[in-house]
C-alpha cells in the first residue's frame, strides 16, 4: 500500500496563477483532509471531505477550492495564487470523519512569490 | 479541549527506551489521548491513543496515570530514525463536525549514537 500520495512534491507559483495540488490514498478510507502548516502555527485544516460526494470548509477556506473526485482522491486548487499561501500542505485520510487517527502524505512545498 | 504540556526537547541514547511524558490536567471523560510524530520534512505520523487503558502497538507503548491527567509515550528501543517532533493531543469522541486535528509545539526527541 502506498498510503496517501500527493503531487507535486514542491511548486513555485508567481502571485496570481493557479494551481491544483493532488491527494490519493488507496486505504479504502471515506474521510479526506487538506491541511496547511506554516513555521510555528501548527497545523490548519482548509476542507475537508467526511465522505465521497461531500466537502466541508474548515478553519482557513478562503483562496481555496477543493473536489472529490471520487472515493480515493481529493484535490486542493488554488484559483489565484497570494504569497499568504506560502506553505507545506499535507492531505490526509481516516476511515471515517469521526476519527483522529489520520494518515498524512508526503507534502506540498508550495512557493508564491 | 483540554490543553496538554510536553517538555520542548529530549535525548536517547540510541537502543535504549524514549519515555516522552505529557501533562492534561484537564482532560474531561469523554476525551482520548493521541500521540503523532513528524520526522523533519515528512508529513505527521499516528503512532497510537488511548483513552483509560495501557494501549501498546508496534511502535510504542502509551501509559496514562489512573486519573488521566497525565500520559506517557515509550519507544522501548529508540533509534535514529525516531528522532522527531512528538506531540500529544488531546481530542474528545466526535464533535458532530470535522475530526481537526491541532498539534501543539510538541516535544523534538533527539535519538543519539
Known amino acids: 500500500n502506498a498510503g496517501v500520495t500527493q503531487t507535486p512534491k514542491f511548486q513555485v507559483l508567481k502571485t496570481g496563477q493557479s494551481m491544483t495540488l493532488q491527494c490519493a490514498q488507496d486505504?479504502?478510507?471515506?474521510?479526506m483532509y487538506w491541511y496547511r502548516q506554516d513555521p510555528g502555527m501548527g497545523l490548519r485544516l482548509i476542507y475537508y471531505s467526511a465522505s465521497e460526494g461531500t466537502t466541508d470548509k474548515g478553519e482557513v477556506p478562503n483562496g481555496y477550492n477543493v473536489s472529490r473526485l471520487n472515493k480515493r482522491e481529493f484535490s486542493l486548487r488554488l484559483e489565484s495564487a497570494a504569497p499568504s499561501q506560502t506553505s507545506v500542505y499535507f492531505c490526509?485520510?481516516?476511515?471515517?470523519?469521526?476519527?483522529?487517527?489520520?494518515?498524512f502524505g508526503p507534502g506540498t512545498r508550495l512557493t508564491v512569490t | 479541549d483540554a490543553k496538554t504540556t510536553q517538555p520542548p526537547s529530549m535525548d536517547c541514547a540510541e537502543g535504549r527506551a524514549a519515555n516522552l511524558p505529557c501533562n492534561h490536567s484537564t482532560i474531561s471523560g469523554n476525551e482520548y489521548v493521541y500521540w503523532y510524530r513528524q520526522i523533519h520534512s515528512q508529513g505527521p505520523q499516528y503512532i497510537i491513543h488511548?483513552?483509560?487503558n495501557n494501549e501498546t502497538n508496534e511502535m510504542a507503548s502509551l501509559i496514562i496515570t489512573e486519573d488521566r491527567k497525565s500520559s506517557t509515550l515509550i519507544l522501548p528501543h529508540a533509534t535514529l530514525r525516531d528522532t522527531a517532533v512528538y506531540y500529544c493531543?488531546?481530542?474528545?469522541?466526535?464533535?458532530?463536525?470535522?475530526?481537526?486535528?491541532?498539534f501543539g509545539t510538541g516535544t523534538r526527541l533527539q535519538v543519539t549514537l
Open positions: 493531543i488531546v481530542r474528545p469522541f466526535y464533535t458532530g463536525t470535522a475530526s481537526k486535528l491541532t
Open positions: 488511548g483513552l483509560k
Open positions: 490526509a485520510s481516516s476511515a471515517t470523519e469521526r476519527s483522529y487517527e489520520q494518515y
Open positions: 486505504m479504502n478510507h471515506n474521510s
